[in-house]
């Protein structure tokens, strides 16, 4: 094995890999370069003339709630032997996989599209995860009650009611 | 004329069709001598949107400072304040989703036009009207109890994900499923003197609602497609389906059943898709021509005999069948949204009922077998293309009567 830095960029979904690839083989010229695809996808040719590897991801989606996925990709990631691991956003998510990678250090691409480093530590990262579903969850059932209980009366509706006196569903 | 153009989801180099659409609207009129400008909206944390390259504009264009925020009171207030510093006769707002109301209602001092690209007033599930595998009949301006439910069973996942898709953010920071937006949408819609739609079923989601509606199609920039080829009959008649065969809307597997029953009585043919591979349950006369650039799609039609588009959903607009026409091709293509006015049927190609894959293979049948048949409409195609949506025509012959209802209203205003 040749002493070259071994970089993983990870592909998850959303737009821009492809220009990811581009700026990172930028950084690291003289880097080898692992695309790490998810299963069942293929590498564009674009993506191909930066990738000196492509390895496939043991599944298509990761969650936290299915710990066995990523148990899988935590193996298969740590088998590649990485110095460095590359995802494409800061997303507690992404954030988890960077901590099972195994890799010495981490980095993404900030919201303001910017190279930052990227926590590895585990528990942190679990529990930034965690909060974030706390609040996904809050948000869907804010969005089910608002959905559900609060209906828009239609003109001729609305018409209708008052002609027989009664009161408006609350707006 | 002093006119702004305000667009939401705008980039440069363009991502969708909306922002093509837009660039050759402004440019043509700044052609036709009126002064404009484009107002678009910053993007925070997004690599696709929100980005110009001014230089590469041939018209004025500035983000609005500040718009980038998530608060869409915000947005809508830095976009009137960056309007407003411009002091314009008139404003159009292009291509938003769930913003489009707020930033109407805050621009809605100036003799307003909305355009609108898809079906992004009647549908905020995903602006496309197609659920299941069939265009849904439903529209949320005629009735928003069922499309909130809709949005809510279909996009309920990705709400409850850590972190939403743009599309989904914007759906909750406008608080969209609520309803004080529909309201607001109704407001901001009575308030606009014009509403511009690409296709008759887009025209009627609007009727009633108070603006006078306007149906505009996209174009083409023949410039930037070679004339139509001349080649001698060869052993196998060559037809491409151009477009996201990925996409179930678009009917790739309509195509392949068709393909699959002519592929029976024949092996004349072969149907190209622009696809990386082939469908994996697609017959052997299903060849992939890989994804396309513009410049590299447009040298395919040249090898091409013929052109096919089988969406199943109410296409707004159908840029493919106009592109096919422009390189001579003939088109088969369904009955459905814009198709069914771009394509004239037995003249500039086939008409078949969408979803229906026995005519489908009746019309390839009939343009496989006569080859006049192909040359005659590959030439009328183009005649038409010519005369209807090269972007000049378009603009000379549907934006003077627009800008004139806008500087009516404005003559109007106390």
């Known amino acids: 094995m040749s002493g070259a830095l071994r970089i993983c960029a990870f592909r998850s979904q959303g737009w821009g890999y492809a220009t990811r690839l581009h700026h990172l083989r930028r950084r690291y010229p003289d880097a080898r370069l692992v695309v790490m695809i998810p299963k069942g996808e293929t590498v564009s040719e674009q993506e191909a003339a930066y990738a000196d590897e492509v390895l496939e991801q043991p599944h298509e989606t990761y969650s936290i709630r299915k710990p066995g996925k990523l148990w899988d990709l935590a193996r298969t990631l740590r088998e590649a032997r990485l110095d460095l691991f590359v995802v494409m956003y800061p997303s507690p998510r992404l954030r988890l996989v960077a901590g099972l990678s195994g890799a010495r250090r981490a980095e993404c691409w900030s919201y303001q599209n910017l190279i930052i480093a990227l926590p590895t530590r585990l528990l942190p990262a679990m529990a930034v995860l965690g909060w974030r579903i706390v609040q996904g969850q809050l948000r869907f059932w804010r969005c089910w009650l608002t959905t559900r209980l609060r209906r828009v009366p239609m003109p001729g509706e609305v018409d209708k009611m008052e002609a027989r006196g009664l009161r408006m569903p609350r707006r | ?414």
Not at chain 2, 28 to 43: A, N
Not at chain 2, 126 to 133: I, N
Not at chain 2, 212 to 231: F, Q
């Open chain 2, 1 to 414: 004329m002093r006119l702004a153009f305000v667009d939401l989801q705008f980039s440069w180099p363009p991502k969708g069709g909306a922002e093509i659409d837009l660039f050759h609207v402004i440019k043509g009129i700044q052609d036709l001598g009126h002064e404009v400008k484009l107002f678009i909206r910053g993007h925070q944390g997004s690599w696709e949107r929100g980005k110009i390259d001014t230089a590469a504009l041939p018209f004025p264009a500035e983000t609005a400072p500040g718009s980038e925020s998530r608060r869409p009171e915000t947005v809508a207030e830095r976009m009137r304040q960056a309007v407003d510093s411009w002091a314009p006769d008139a404003v159009i707002v292009g291509f938003g989703f769930f913003l489009k109301p707020y930033v109407a209602a805050a621009l809605s001092h100036y003799p307003l036009a909305l355009r609108y690209y898809a079906y992004e007033g009647a549908c905020p599930r995903d602006f496309r009207l197609f659920k299941e595998g069939a265009p849904c009949p439903e529209n949320y301006l005629a009735g928003p109890g069922i499309c909130r439910r809709c949005t809510l069973h279909y996009r309920g996942r990705e709400i409850a994900r850590a972190r939403p898709g743009p599309y989904i953010q914007e759906y909750l920071d406008t608080k969209a499923y609520a309803p004080a937006y529909y309201r607001r949408t109704m407001e901001a819609l009575g308030k606009a003197r014009v509403i511009i739609v690409s296709n008759p079923i887009m025209a009627r989601h609007f009727e009633g609602i108070g603006p006078e509606i306007i149906e505009v199609p996209g174009g083409v920039d023949l410039s930037d497609i070679p004339p139509p080829a001349e080649h001698p009959p060869r052993e196998r008649v060559s037809i491409l389906m151009a477009g996201r065969g990925d996409d179930p809307a678009k009917g790739l597997h309509i195509l392949i059943d068709a393909v699959r029953e002519l592929a029976a009585e024949r092996d004349d043919f072969e149907v190209w898709v622009t696809q990386p591979e082939p469908p994996p349950d697609a017959p052997p006369q299903v060849h992939a021509a890989g994804w396309r650039d513009p410049a590299g799609l447009f040298a395919l039609y040249q090898q091409m005999d013929a052109a096919v588009v089988p969406s199943i959903w109410e296409e707004p607009f159908g840029l493919a069948a106009v592109e096919a026409m422009a390189a001579g091709l003939p088109v088969v293509a369904s009955r459905v949204g814009g198709l069914q006015r771009i394509v004239v049927d037995g003249e500039t190609g086939v008409l078949v009922p969408p979803a229906d894959s026995r005519a489908l293979a009746d019309a390839l049948r009939r343009l496989i077998t006569d080859r006049g048949m192909r040359r005659r409409m590959g030439a009328a195609g183009r005649g038409r293309v010519e005369q209807e949506y090269a972007w000049e025509r378009v603009i000379v012959k549907h934006y003077p009567p627009i800008l004139e209802k806008l500087a009516g209203a404005r003559e109007a205003a106390p």
